[in-house]
């Protein structure tokens, strides 16, 4: 493979700045430029232009083959942050003809194509680079951990266990077979098939953590949801009057509520209108508000809930600064409630967080059914009495399906679209 280089860290000045060059010229290179250098370790070295000129003292630390990130020779020039001093040392790599610059992801690609990662922990370090809240970090964290990957060679053991049961007695079918071996097969499957459906129904949740849960503020006009919205983001996110019908769009605020990503919407004020611009607001409402992950529901005195209620749901008696109502109440304007409001809110989302598994894209909820439906016709074969080759092909088809998680089969159809979120120098 070609040696590839790139700068590690965010562009822009900094403290310091970390180019990442990797593969077999790598630390030829590098010691034309630094001179001599430990196989693997660290050193401080002058960084040298090919016409002597000192372009940095910088901190080099070398990996030998086998044992860095990408599993190639390695070597990361650890600079001061200044940018001036960054393009030279780019400009000064790039000229050389055994280097060129890498792709966005392609540091990450080549440690899964050597071995260092698999495919799960890949999309683990997408996430936990992404990761804006603690609860998405330690999702992230548990996967690039190699969770999932310990997880799958777990059910890929099991199945391959069953799988040899039933070919043993494929092989020997002319034999008196000692044993009877559908019991110990069907509890393998039995046993594989409960985890799978754990980790299966647990992706939606786990997509949330990723990608957010959605709150709906909703109510009747003018029961102070642009304002609750405002005091939920500490600034003036939405425009906020008497008049009723301001909000005419969904306004969306992202907070980091309890550890979790949290994106709060501000509906139109559902009410009877004329106004063709506002029926499309009201309807967008509507619409958002019953896709929402939770809603909450800002009542006016004498009035109800404008959209149904469902299991979660935050019911508030709105403005209790100027009218009492019964049951919970919050004032935007004066933060009575509010801390309560966001506890209740907080306490529901963790709640369904409690079902989380470690499998956390559609990716994988998708390889994990398709095993299921296979292991659960295995099952059906074995019990009927159909033909051993039958069943062991079933669960063979299986075990091709949970390769897929970890990316032993049909990995370059996905991996532009992972690789396409990385930056370049990961």
């Known amino acids: 493979m070609e040696t590839i280089f790139a700068l590690a860290t965010a562009q822009g000045k900094a403290g310091v700045a ?17 001179g001599p250098l430990p196989e693997h370790g660290r050193s401080v070295r002058r960084v040298n232009a090919a016409n002597g000129d000192v372009l940095d003292e910088a901190l080099v630390l070398t990996f030998a083959s086998g044992r860095s990130f990408t599993g190639e020779s390695v070597v990361e020039l650890h600079l001061h942050g200044s940018t001036a001093i960054i393009a030279a040392v780019l400009a000064e790599l790039g000229a050389r003809n055994e280097l060129r610059m890498a792709e966005a992801g392609e540091f990450t690609r080549r ?36 969770a999932l990957g310990e997880k799958s060679e777990g059910w890929r053991a099991s199945l391959l266990r069953a ?19 559908s019991p110990e097969v069907v509890e393998l499957l039995s046993a594989t098939m409960a985890e799978m459906r754990v980790e299966a129904e647990g992706v939606g949740v786990a997509e949330r953590i990723r990608s957010g849960f959605e709150v709906a503020i909703v109510g009747p006009p003018n029961a102070g949801k642009s304002t609750l919205l405002n005091r939920l983001a500490g600034r003036d996110a939405a425009i ?10 969904v306004i969306e605020v992202r907070l980091d509520l309890q550890g979790l990503p949290v994106t709060f919407l501000d509906t139109a004020g559902v009410r009877e209108s004329e106004d063709t611009i506002e029926r499309i607001g009201i309807a967008r409402a509507i619409e958002r508000a019953e896709q929402a992950d939770l809603r909450i529901h800002l009542l006016l005195p004498g009035g109800g809930p404008i959209v149904g209620v469902q299991d979660g749901d935050v019911v508030a008696h709105s403005k209790v600064d100027f009218v009492a109502g019964d049951g919970f109440g919050i004032s935007a304007v004066t933060g009575q409630g509010i801390d309560a409001l966001i506890g209740m809110v907080g306490s529901e989302l963790r709640k369904r967080t409690a079902h989380v598994g470690i499998a956390m894209r559609e990716r994988h909820r998708i390889a994990l059914l398709r095993a299921l439906d296979h292991l659960r016709e295995a099952r059906v074969l074995l019990e009927s009495g159909a033909g051993d080759d039958i069943v062991a092909e079933e669960i063979r088809s299986a075990c091709r399906a949970v390769d897929q998680i970890v990316g032993r089969v049909d990995v370059e159809q996905i991996l532009g679209e992972i690789f396409s979120s990385f930056c370049i120098g990961k």
Do not use: H, W, Y
């Open 240 to 249: 906020t009057s008497e008049i009723a019908g301001t909000t005419r769009d």
């Open 111 to 146: 440690a899964l194509e050597n071995g260092r990662l698999d495919l799960a922990q890949v999309e683990g370090l997408a996430d936990l680079i992404d990761a804006e809240t603690e609860a998405q970090r330690r999702q992230a964290q548990r996967v690039f951990s190699g």
């Open 163 to 181: 799988a040899a049961l039933i070919e043993a007695t494929i092989d020997f079918a002319d034999e008196e077979v000692p044993v009877d071996v």
């Open 18 to 34: 970390v180019v990442r060059i990797s593969g077999a010229d790598a630390r030829s290179v590098a010691e034309e430029m630094c």
